[in-house]
């Protein structure tokens, strides 16, 4: 049995969670999937997902990588309750808090200048010591520390850890982590500047906005002792703990770009369908309860996402890390773009034809879907429908020479391909059986195999060695495109 509060709101309220990137970069693999568990839990309890944009580091955060984040958010599908909500437009919040911690005697003024700060940390690790902060300043009195502030001195002020003890917390994943107090440092609240830093800044927020669980990833364990430091000196209620595994790559090191596209937009542009990378990325790191509630089948891997929500619980997220597995992705966008009716995939390939500066008539909507429901068995992305199946929407399609080296490089094959259009002209019903046993005839009368012409007039029609059954195709193509396309030949 798991404690109640690991996996529901607390005292039976909705949860309300955040999502809080950094726009210091695009929305990575790792920040979506964040994002998306944290839109699950709020969804399947009804809760609330605040959008939280943590922009205080001013040289690295930029409004494109704000724009990029909701891009990301928006092409996942993730949508968000309230905010987003900027950090450097709630200053007076994060410095409210730092006066408070300074007042309770929790922070006081340190004037270190950062130079003294750097040879006392040099001196520290040459001697083999920690170098952490010694707590100079914490010595000095309230009254002097006052007096030299007000004296126009600069000063940051800091968080006064507790000197002996131990921090823990109670995380959903991991279960109770406990820090010893003598290894955290007297941690900066508010810089010289005036500007918190981000455990003020994050705290903060999260008790000004009454968050209930916050799930992130793992890399912010070690930050939560003194996170919840903060908490008790404020005299706030603490909100669950969830930290999530990190996402490794195939070679088993934190993913990053080495390991290829880390930025989620690029997944869009590699031709992936968004539901489909949404159920891959929901399994990594969470395994869903292994049979679906009062039956004995096995819960599928391919989940819609009111399935996602329904099933989705803290329980299913695993301690271990979890691998992005590039195939597996492969495997979801396949089952999913096979899944999908031609209407459903229609937008979407029409955004490649888009991105591809193809024009195709799409007048013709029966003949559209029966084409996209043709190929869709064979698509491994969404981008196929631009590149390699293009010869089905436009006369404007390039060949591959190899194909046509081995198919259609015999003289003989292409004036038997023309004597076929002719034929074809001349069919008064263009069947997919007819188109058959025409061509079979012809090549009985020739004395060749029919899989001679059958191959070439599939690299005359398609441009490609492979493609579906050839007289399937001709019934995309319709017989004027199909004759024409033959007839070139000569
Ligand atoms: N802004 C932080 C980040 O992008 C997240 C902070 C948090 O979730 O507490 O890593």
Redesign the pocket.
Known sequence: MTDSHKNSPLDGAKPRVRF???PTGYLHVG?ARTALFNWLYARHFGGTLILRI?DTDLERSTEEMVEGILQGMRWLGLDWDDGPYFQTKRMDIYRAAGVKLLASGHGYYCFCTKEQLEDRRAKATAEGRPPKYDGACRKISREEAERRKNAGEAAAVRFAVPESGVTFFDDAVFGRIEFANSELEDFVLLRSDGGPTYHLS?VADDVDMKITH?I?GAD?ISNTPKQVLLYQALGAALPVFAHVPLILGPDKTRLSKRHGATSVISYRDLGIVPEAFRNFLALLGWTPPQTAAGTNEATPEILSDTQLIQLFGLDGISRSNAVFDNDKLAWFNTEYIRAYSAEKLLPLIEEEWTKAGMRVDTRDGNWLLSTIDLLKPRARNLKDFATSFRAFFTDDYPSDPAAIEKFLKDGNIRKMLGELADLYAALPEFTEAETERVLRELATAKGIKAGALINGARVALTGQGVAPSLFAVMMALGKERTVKRLQKLN
Do not use: C, T
Request: without cysteine.
């Open positions: 809080a990137p950094s920040g943590e994050v916050i992130r912010h």
